[in-house]
């Protein structure tokens, strides 16, 4: 196995006019879980489309498993799972026939289809739900199969695209595990989201896309240094943050900062400080004029 799983270097993609991903470097080290942090229509399936050969770049270069994404697309193939964002799984038949069913149609012979299909019921927790069909099954329990029909011949670098969005809490939780374990496997997971919490949670290493650019990229504990030492929260009286403030936590910068809203604030207002959160990161990026930010 390379030491970079994914290497990618000065990466165009534009669809007519519209320049989405605007020359993009990145290296996502083999065996680390990979976070592609972005807003809505910031290029992030674009991207993973682009590493899954399905979309071919304008400019640069895309490797996966050491083999280029072009020209090498079979083995790139070979060497990848890829979840998306809405499961791809036949809703009139039940859990077990989709996994079979995939089982057999990646070359499996119907004896090792079942008994794949049986193990990956029990790690994605879908025992009870196996044999019903697919269509009165939450969104949690879709989004599991659909990760466990993806993953049916293992393959050392798993794609996931926003694999929890509109997942309530417990079913991310959930998933979350489940990402873990696999990563804990030693397979590589590249995987976009728009929840902060959820790169900060899972991720070795997150980059941050913004308007077609890497604008940061870095493990969730450097970014967070990196935007500042200390975030100020003002409380009223009913325990509400009022007011956020980032700061140096150098004290001429306390002051100075906490100088603007002193005087239109409530006696009863409290000082509460804490270290920033990856939601604090991502203001503060996106809000950066991009030659002030290095990656
Ligand atoms: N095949 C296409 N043809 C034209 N425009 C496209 C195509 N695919 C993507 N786009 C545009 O490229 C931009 C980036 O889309 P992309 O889906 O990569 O973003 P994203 O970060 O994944 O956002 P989302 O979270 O909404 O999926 C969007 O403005 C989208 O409309």
Not at 17 to 27: F, M, R, S
Not at 240 to 253: F, N, Q
Not at 271 to 283: G, H, N, Q, Y
């Amino acid at each position: 196995m390379h030491a970079n799983a994914i290497e990618i270097r000065n990466l165009h993609k534009s669809f007519g006019n519209h320049h989405v991903l605007k020359g993009l470097d990145l290296d996502v080290p083999a065996g680390s879980i990979f976070a592609l942090l972005g807003p809505n229509g910031a290029g992030k399936t674009t991207l993973i489309h682009i590493l899954a050969t399905l979309v071919i770049p304008d400019q640069g270069t895309a490797r996966v498993a050491g083999a280029d994404t072009v020209r090498q697309k079979n083995d790139v193939k070979r060497a990848i799972s890829l979840t998306g964002q809405f499961a791809a799984v036949d809703d009139a038949l039940t859990g077990e026939e989709n996994l079979i069913m995939i089982g057999r149609l990646s070359g499996l012979s119907s004896a090792e289809a079942k008994t794949r299909a049986a193990e990956l019921s029990v790690q994605f927790e879908l025992n009870g739900a196996s044999r019903k069909r697919v269509k009165t099954y939450s969104g949690g329990m879709r989004r599991r199969l659909d990760l466990a029909v993806s993953l049916i011949s293992p393959r050392p670098i798993l794609f996931l695209d926003e694999p929890t969005t509109g997942l309530d809490t417990s079913s991310r939780r959930a998933l979350w595990d489940i990402i873990l374990r696999l990563a804990k496997q030693g397979i590589t997971v590249f995987l976009t989201t728009q929840y902060l919490e959820e790169a900060d949670q899972l991720a070795d290493r997150v980059a941050v896309l913004s308007d077609g650019r890497i604008i940061a990229a870095g493990s969730p504990a450097e970014l967070k240094t990196r935007v500042g030492g200390e975030v100020i929260e003002l409380v009223n009286a009913n325990d509400e943050v009022v007011h956020v403030v980032s700061t140096s936590g150098r004290i001429a910068d306390v002051q100075r900062q906490l100088a603007e809203f002193l005087p239109s604030l409530p006696p009863e207002t409290r000082v509460r400080l804490r270290t920033p959160s990856m939601d604090d990161v991502f203001v503060a990026l996106t809000a950066m004029p991009k030659e002030a930010v290095s990656v």
